[in-house]
């Protein structure tokens, strides 16, 4: 067993790897992470095991806005092992490996990673850490408003939307400072996701019939992103609760300190909803 950073010119078969691993997932989920400007060869954490890779851990490099400023985030993705490869250790021992490498590099400031399994990652050193947002009872389900200002995007809303993004979001913990390849690339910005208005927008997802506010820019009314038709709305957005809703928390994150350096305070977090990082 090698563990070893993955070599320039071994995307494919990583991509490979990630395909066995992560069966029913799309290829094009996986590719995207080498097609990140910040990617290095040296993020990929493999193992190799007779010529084959059999194991992988992807950290993505982030700059995010905290309440004390910019910090820069380690994103642990796409930790898997080839199936006829597990119950041997490997994930764990990229993880160690990935996690020195956190400690030996002082670009980074902090982790944080998604998971289902909280006991694997808190065994070697990560922490749990819970997002909340709120599901209840549309609070303008049937209302009728006199001037309707939104309409849907199109592509050259971008920039007006980039600079929403930017104003609104300073400071507002974990929030992913975007340059133009991640909402071209990372986000594949897709205009059908967005609402605008002249002084602001709002990213809204459909899950079940269901409108998802996962972001809010600008002066963008909250009634026009959670719309009147539907009788159940989620948000996750800092500051709004829902009048007779329940919180809906998401227990999947996990956060890991690096070099001695204090967890920025991530109350009020941004939700990466189905992005990652």
Not at 29 to 47: G, H, I, L, M, S
Not at 247 to 272: C, E, H, N, S
Request: net charge negative; with cysteine.
């Amino acid at each position: 067993m090698t563990i070893r950073s993955l070599n320039d010119g071994e995307q494919d078969a990583c991509l490979d790897l990630w395909d066995r691993a992560f069966q029913g997932t799309p290829r094009v989920f996986f590719e995207k992470y080498f097609k990140d400007t910040a990617w290095t060869p040296q993020d990929t954490v493999v193992c190799e095991e007779d010529g084959k890779l059999v194991s992988a851990v992807q950290t993505v490099r982030r700059v995010v806005e905290t309440r004390e400023g910019r910090k820069h985030m380690a994103g642990i993705a796409n930790v898997g092992t080839d199936p006829e490869h597990r119950g041997k250790g490997l994930s764990t021992a990229c993880l160690e490996e990935t996690n020195r490498r956190l400690n030996a590099d002082s670009w980074f400031d902090f982790g944080l990673l998604g998971t289902g399994i909280h006991d694997f990652y808190a065994r070697v050193g990560w922490q749990r850490w819970e997002i909340n947002g709120w599901e209840g009872p549309n609070p303008y389900l049937g209302a009728q408003f006199f001037l309707w200002r939104s309409r849907q995007a199109i592509a050259e809303d971008l920039p007006a939307i980039q600079v929403w993004y930017e104003q609104t979001n300073a400071n507002q913990p974990i929030t992913v400072v975007r340059d133009e390849a991640y909402w071209k690339q990372w986000l594949n910005w897709k205009p059908d996701e967005y609402l605008v208005t002249s002084d602001g927008y709002a990213r809204v997802r459909q899950r079940d019939g269901v409108p998802v506010v996962v972001e809010l820019g600008g002066n963008f009314p909250l009634h026009e992103a959670m719309g009147t038709a539907a009788p159940t709305v989620r948000v996750f957005l800092p500051g709004v609760t829902l009048k007779d809703g329940t919180p809906l928390p998401v227990r999947g994150w996990m956060t890991l300190a690096v070099q001695g350096k204090p967890l920025p305070d991530l109350t009020d977090a941004i939700f990466y909803d189905t992005d990652g990082f």
